[in-house]
């Protein structure tokens, strides 16, 4: 089998498995989905959903699904990173975030075929503006994720980003590259098998089982979103 037949295979493949999970788990969720968004209605005026423009495969822009946890219009109250102990989370929105439940929308973007369910995870066209040019191609080459190792590892990236006197520039020129870095690497490198053992890592985390600590701002130069 030809390299490009063995690449569509596994492209095939893995648009196969994230359909069967993304639509298994909206379903087995709807409970909790069901649960949340009345927390959230009940906890802070405003939709349920927060939707936001970010750049998918191909660079094409696709409007993200999230769970909203900060106040209603909060993007326009400040910056487009959300910091620890960000006076714009509601309550309810805190306790999501705590355990990325807002994330579990991003399973209607899996099903719609906009991301997948790991791949680099899709950032703003702000900053998608700053990618280095030689990762910039291969980043926008492959469908954007809900979690993928830099998401791991960066898993408390808005502590971070709370500690910087300038949490923007912070972002630009040391936590994105460093997260660009291993989303590259990984992603030319992915497999079924290591695409599991991503999200049987990410689960694990979740349940606090395996909570990465959150690593050391990346020396020199080399959660972006509101609601």
């Not at 910039?136 to 830099?150: C, H, K, M, N, S």
């Not at 590259?184 to 979740?206: I, M, N």
């Not at 089982?209 to 050391?216: K, L, N």
Request: aromatic share 6%; no cysteine.
């Amino acid at each position: 089998m030809s390299a490009a037949a063995t690449l569509a295979l596994a492209t095939r493949r893995k648009r196969g498995f994230d359909l069967v999970l993304a639509a298994g788990g909206l379903v087995l969720l709807a409970p909790l989905f069901a649960l949340m968004a009345l927390a959230i209605k009940l906890d802070s005026p405003g939709p349920v959903l927060f939707r936001q423009q970010r750049v998918g495969r191909g660079g094409r822009p696709f409007r993200i699904h999230k769970l909203r946890t900060m106040v209603d219009g909060a993007a326009g109250r400040g910056l487009s990173l959300t910091l620890a102990h960000d006076a714009r989370i509601t309550r309810v929105g805190a306790v999501l975030r705590r355990y990325r439940l807002d994330e579990l929308a991003q399973l209607i973007d899996v099903l719609q075929g906009t991301m997948s369910l790991v791949g680099p995870r899709p950032e703003l066209p702000r900053y998608v503006a700053h990618y280095p040019a030689e990762l910039r191609e291969a980043l926008l080459a492959v469908r954007p994720g809900i979690t993928d190792p830099a998401a791991l590892a960066f898993r408390d990236e808005a502590r971070l980003l709370a500690a910087e006197p300038d949490p923007e520039r912070a972002y630009i020129e040391r936590v994105l590259p460093a997260k660009l870095r291993l989303s590259a690497e990984y992603s030319a490198h992915a497999s079924f098998g290591s695409d599991l053992r991503v999200l049987w890592r990410s689960l694990a985390a979740l349940a606090g089982r395996a909570a990465p600590a959150a690593p050391a701002a990346p020396a020199a130069p080399g959660r972006r979103d509101a609601p």
